[in-house]
């Protein structure tokens, strides 16, 4: 799978990103009546940052992972995003030959094992790039990517801008939007 081992990534993980999403909606919630396209933006970057955790696996039918094989293999994915992903460790942590893991979990997910493990990576650089100043590089290997040529470029297939730009307008949105709480508190 993609992925080269890089510093840890931090515990935030989906629960930062959970954490992210909703200060960007409360956020939108305070600007809303003032200014409707800020609240906009911020509900736009909240959507950024959920469509990484993918969709809804399917709990049942034929030749889906267990629930139980689903919660172990996303807590894995969860604890090892900044660090090499293979699957057949996966397939190992849902106790399957790495074959029927593959095509049970595309049946679960609506993706393979390694397109849903870079939404992950992309998803949490996401959530790095709004809630710390760290640099491009660093962000790319705590995300578990190769070096921030390798972010950018993955970032742009499935985001569809860099992440510096895309950085620049989230934080453009955050900053403006406490400025005006700020001001609406005085």
């Known amino acids: 799978m993609d992925g080269v081992q890089g510093s840890a990534a931090p515990a935030s993980g989906a629960s930062g990103v959970f954490d992210t999403v909703a200060c960007l909606l409360t956020q939108a919630m305070a600007t809303l009546a003032e200014d409707p396209v800020r609240a906009q933006g ?3 970057n909240a959507g950024r940052l959920l469509d990484g955790l993918g969709p809804a696996p399917s709990i049942s039918g034929s030749g889906a992972l267990a629930p139980w ?7 894995h994915i969860e604890a090892n995003l900044g660090k090499r992903l293979y699957g057949t460790d996966l397939a190992a942590v849902a106790k ?46 705590d995300c578990g990517l190769a070096n921030q ?36 508190a005085a």
């Open 69 to 75: 094989q689903v919660l172990r293999v996303r807590r």
């Open 149 to 184: 040529a390798h972010l950018c470029r993955v970032f742009r297939r499935h985001v569809g801008q860099s992440p510096a730009a895309w950085r620049r307008a989230a934080v453009v949105e955050t900053e403006s939007v406490a400025r005006r709480r700020g001001r609406k």
């Open 42 to 44: 911020c509900i736009v």
């Open 96 to 141: 399957l030959s790495f074959s029927h893991f593959a095509r049970a979990f595309k049946v679960s997910f609506g993706m393979t094992p390694s397109a849903f493990v870079m939404t992950r990576r992309i998803a949490l650089a996401q959530h790095l790039m709004i809630s710390t100043p760290s640099q491009l590089c660093e962000i790319a290997l």
